[in-house]
């Protein structure tokens, strides 16, 4: 045999013992670590995976939160991980890209290998529903007769709440205090037992607490349909941002694997059940895959470096 032909045959044959290793996977259960506490938004989209993961592939989707630091502690222990799909972690923006730039957390932006953001919720000014502040207008008005009284909980330090929390702040000229929580699940009890004046959160905690908070304002182009609040744009704030929520490898994971794993989870995106789901806690679907994960990236890189500016980690 001519040795073009012989390594043309060995190619062939070598794919052919490739393709059933790759589409037998998941033969075992996989690691999904979280890296926030039990109940926001991160562990209840993992959980409605687990599902469908169980449902297409007769393994287990096993989701372990851990938290600390913002997520940082999770974040700061991915590459140790091997990178054989059987450890995947949730990732987080904008953290990823403010908690670095403070230069107080063990791992840099470009470290995280993300393969697909799948969902986002847009950030919220969220009150209990005895709240003396009725209208944001009040917020704004109480926060401006005692600069830095009222007290905003949300979910981390550097994280989408902590950002949100410091552009509120400069885009209304006022001075409010930020308590931070674990998670969102953790800052519920503290919100609802009125030990915080607001949270600065989600659209899908108002979902969650429905009959027990309401929302003064949020940050979507146009009012959703399942929440009676203003947008932002309509009280004259050009705001629309929120927290991104997706999938990370460690950087040994081959490329092929990465892709895999990234069409796996844009296939869960699309089973009707989760939706459903998803629909019902009012957290929003998004598709960004693998391939379009480098251009993602930057450009939310661009958009956060402002509101870094105003939380002091970039001058």
């Known amino acids: 045999m001519k040795r073009r032909e012989f390594l043309a045959t060995s190619g062939a ?6 393709l059933p290793a790759r589409a037998a996977y998941p033969e075992k259960p996989v690691h999904y670590i979280i890296a926030f506490a039990p109940g926001g938004e991160s562990d209840i989209a993992a959980r409605f995976q687990q599902a469908v993961w169980r449902k297409k592939f007769g393994q287990e989707l096993v989701v372990d939160s851990k938290p600390g630091a ?3 502690l999770a974040w700061s222990q991915l590459n140790n991980f091997p990178g054989d799909g059987y450890t995947i972690m949730g990732t987080n923006m904008p953290h990823l890209v403010l908690q670095p730039l403070e230069g107080n957390v063990q791992y ?7 393969i697909i953001f799948f969902n986002y919720t847009p950030d919220a000014i969220v009150v209990r529903n005895d709240s003396p502040l009725k ?3 009040d917020l704004v008005d109480a926060a401006k007769a005692k600069p830095g009284t009222l007290n905003f909980a949300g979910s ?3 994280s989408a709440n902590h950002a949100a929390h410091e552009r509120l702040d400069h885009e209304t000229g006022i001075k409010t205090t930020y308590v931070p929580f674990k998670g969102t699940g953790d800052l519920i009890a503290s919100l609802l037992g009125g030990h915080v004046d607001a949270a600065m959160s ?21 009012r959703l349909s399942y929440i009676d609040a203003p947008t932002f744009r309509e009280l004259g704030i050009d705001w629309v ?19 895999h794993l990234s069409d796996i989870f844009e296939d869960i995106n699309k089973d009707p059940e989760f939706r459903r789901k998803m629909a019902e806690q009012g957290i929003e679907l998004l598709d960004i ?3 379009k994960m480098p251009a993602f990236v930057e450009d939310r890189k661009k958009a956060y470096i402002s509101v870094a500016k105003l939380m002091g980690l970039v001058k």
């Open 13 to 18: 044959i070598a794919a052919s013992m490739a």
């Open 70 to 72: 913002g997520g940082a």
């Open 108 to 114: 840099r932006t470009d470290d995280i290998v993300n």
């Open 135 to 137: 209208t944001f207008k």
């Open 156 to 158: 981390g330090t550097n």
């Open 202 to 222: 989600y659209s899908s905690l108002q979902v969650a607490q429905k009959g027990k908070t309401r929302v003064l304002a949020v940050a979507t182009p146009q």
């Open 241 to 259: 941002d929120g927290g991104y929520r997706g999938i990370g490898v460690p950087k040994s994971t081959p490329e092929a694997l990465r892709r």
């Open 289 to 291: 895959t693998y391939d």
